[in-house]
Each structure stands twice: as structure tokens, then as C-alpha cells.
């Protein structure tokens, strides 16, 4: 059974286009993240929600929106997608925030053409 | 500013030998620190947690430890095997912030 599971794994789309990637966790965690990890491998995180509420926003343009439906599910939604957007994304959970290990998702990598 | 770093240039070691590997950080103090491991085309998996008030802590192969006082933590992997080749990532929790930032990762390169 896979613990955090994306899809897609892979998104290859056009400059302008909209996009959404999913992200699922069967692990009873009450928080879930995003982080984009560019070319230069740096994670970043992007997004944290605990109990479905946002309690991280880092410096993100607001073309990004997650949204998350219940504890397990956190969706990134991107309008306008930019060359720059082009990354590999990964989802994570954890039981609570803080000191709690984080597991990842296998993430999904982003073209944009 | 506040800054993880890790050795960009991959470690390479023999088989059986013990690979250590170093995270520096400036401008934090964090209460703990993260190792974990990436593969290509995975996701990080966590390895383990030392806390500021241990020195050291061991998990099988592996031993983590953290000098606050040098604001550094080592990774060391003993008898280290090809199936330990991958890149290792610290991370902690910024200041004040409820979220881990992640060093850049090293690479290591176990040879038969």
C-alpha cells in the first residue's frame, strides 16, 4: 500500500494552461505539505495544512492554490502555468507539525513547454 | 541570512568503509535535525531525528550527531554498501516557522 501517493507522475503541458495535481494519504496524519524541488535539487516547502486549514504559505505567486477537501487529501491547483513552473513537486504528510518525520510521495514532475 | 549547507560534490567511498557526511547551518537554532534519504525519481524518505539535547544517536548502520555549539551535524554510514548510494538531505525548522528547510543533499557513491 502506497503511504502518499501523487498523480500525475509526470504533466507535460503548454505555457497558459492550467493544471492540478492530487495528492493522498493513507496514514491517518493530520497535516500535509508541498514543496517544489527545482533543477538545483533544493526542496522548498510551499504549503502546510493541518486539519484542512493552511498554516504555512510561503512566498508563492498566487497561481498556486491547494485546497484540501479532508485531513488525507491536498490538491495544488496552478493557473497560467510559466517556464519557471517547471519542477518536480512533492506531496508529504506527518502525525502533527514540529519534530514529526515527514513522508514523502514520489512527486510529480512538471514540463512546461 | 539563514543557511543549511551541505558538500554539493558527491561523496565517493569503497564498499565497507564509513561514509560521513556534513550539514553546516548559520543563523538557526533549531530544537532538532532531520536526515533522510532521496533516490532519483523518489521521494525523501526520513532516516532519522537527533534532537539539540543529544549528542548522538544510532539507528542499525547509520549514527547522527549534532553540535550545536559548531551548529553541525555528521551522518555517518558504516560498512557502507552499493545499495547506500543515493543523496542524503539534513533538515530542520526554520525559527519560529512551523516547517522543515532542507539542505541541498549530498551524494553518495558506495563503489563494489
Known amino acids: 500500500d502506497t503511504a502518499v501517493s501523487q498523480t500525475p507522475k509526470y504533466l507535460v503541458t503548454q505555457m497558459g494552461n492550467d493544471k492540478s495535481i492530487k495528492c493522498e494519504q493513507n496514514?491517518?496524519?493530520?497535516?500535509m505539505y508541498w514543496y517544489k524541488q527545482d533543477s538545483k535539487k533544493f526542496l522548498k516547502i510551499m504549503f502546510s495544512?493541518?486539519?484542512?486549514?493552511?498554516?504555512i504559505n510561503e512566498t508563492v505567486p498566487n497561481r498556486f492554490s491547494p485546497k484540501s477537501p479532508d485531513k488525507a487529501h491536498l490538491n495544488l491547483h496552478i493557473n497560467s502555468l510559466e517556464l519557471g513552473d517547471s519542477a518536480v513537486y512533492f506531496c508529504?504528510?506527518?502525525?502533527?507539525?514540529?519534530?514529526?518525520?515527514?513522508?514523502f510521495g514520489d512527486g510529480t514532475r512538471l514540463s512546461i513547454l | 541570512s539563514q543557511k543549511i549547507e551541505q558538500n554539493s560534490e558527491a561523496l565517493n567511498i569503497q564498499e565497507g568503509k564509513t561514509a560521513t557526511l556534513t550539514c553546516n547551518y548559520t543563523?538557526?537554532?533549531?530544537?532538532?535535525l532531520q536526515w533522510y534519504r532521496q533516490d532519483p525519481g523518489r521521494g525523501p524518505v526520513f532516516l532519522l531525528l537527533?534532537?539539540?539535547?543529544?549528542k548522538e544517536k544510532r539507528k542499525e548502520r547509520l549514527k547522527v550527531t549534532f553540535d550545536t555549539t559548531l551548529k553541525q551535524s555528521l551522518f555517518h554510514i558504516t560498512a557502507s554498501q552499493p545499495a547506500d548510494s543515493a543523496t542524503y538531505l539534513c533538515a530542520l525548522e526554520g525559527t519560529g516557522r512551523r516547517a522543515l528547510t532542507f539542505g541541498s543533499g549530498t551524494r553518495l557513491q558506495v563503489q563494489p
Open positions: 537527533i534532537r539539540e539535547n543529544e
Open positions: 495544512y493541518n486539519n484542512k486549514e493552511l498554516i
Open positions: 496514514l491517518g496524519h493530520d497535516t
Open positions: 543563523n538557526y537554532s533549531p530544537a532538532y
Open positions: 508529504a504528510s506527518s502525525l502533527g507539525q514540529g519534530d514529526q518525520p515527514q513522508h
